[in-house]
């Protein structure tokens, strides 16, 4: 079983439209996580931290389940800058764990 | 935040041949970590290299294809030695950890 798990995409969605990313993680000792975005030819850079309470950034929502060792990702009225890969990441004792990765375009 | 500076941002070479990668943090850092991530894929850490000490190797990856340096603080090398074209990747290092990592600008490099 892979340490990090997501949805293998691609998601092709319009303009405007909501999109969810879920990942799954298998080390229950993990302290911390994140999503991170990925352009192509670009290097990796932090979208936002995921907490077990839920936290919203604009467009962009992230919730943690601890106990199902869940990630999820929302992103609300798609951008057509959205398009990315999306990275769900686990940290354990500064060991970052990448999952392979979620292609997004969005579409006019 | 931490700035770090990646050179060659990209490379071609010959089979059999080494290629260095160098990465400059502007700050100071204990870990810096060397990543390698093949067409379509996510990133597998290859090493993670703490000055003063020897670098720590991830399972498939060994130091004689990849020997690092870390001679201080802010400054690492990683070099993939004997080349074949199935190390045709890009090659990103990385400082941070717990609560944001930052990553150079990565290193494409294609060998033929």
């Known amino acids: 079983r892979k340490e990090v798990e997501q949805d293998p995409g691609p998601f092709n969605v319009p303009e405007g439209a909501t999109v969810a990313f879920n990942c799954t993680y298998s080390?229950?000792?993990?302290?911390?996580f994140f999503w991170y975005r990925q352009d192509c030819r670009k290097e990796p850079k932090l979208l936002m931290s995921?907490?077990?309470s839920g936290n919203e950034d604009g467009r962009f929502t992230a919730q943690l389940n601890r106990a199902s060792q869940y990630i999820s990702l929302l992103i609300r009225d798609s951008k057509l800058s959205d398009s990315a890969t999306y990275l769900c990441?686990?940290?354990?004792?500064?060991?970052?764990?990448f999952g392979a990765g979620t292609r997004l375009t969005v579409k006019p | 935040s931490a700035v770090i500076s990646q050179k060659p941002s990209r490379d071609i070479c010959q089979r059999g041949t080494s290629l260095t990668i160098q990465c400059q943090v502007d700050?100071?850092?204990?870990?810096m970590f060397w990543y390698r991530q093949q067409p379509g894929q996510s990133l597998t850490l290859i090493a993670t290299?703490?000055?003063?000490?020897?670098?720590?190797?991830e399972s498939g990856f060994v130091i004689d294809k990849f020997p690092i340096s870390r001679p201080n603080l802010t400054f690492s090398t990683l070099t993939v030695s004997n080349m074949s074209p199935e190390d045709s990747s890009i090659y990103l290092c990385?400082?941070?950890?717990?609560?944001?990592?930052?990553f150079g600008q990565g290193t494409r490099l294609t060998v033929v």
């Open positions: 990385s400082v941070g950890g717990v609560t944001e990592a930052f």
């Open positions: 080390n229950s000792a993990s302290q911390s």
């Open positions: 700050s100071q850092v204990t870990m």
């Open positions: 990441v686990v940290n354990l004792n500064n060991d970052m764990r």
């Open positions: 995921v907490y077990s």
């Open positions: 290299a703490n000055q003063g000490s020897e670098a720590t190797y």
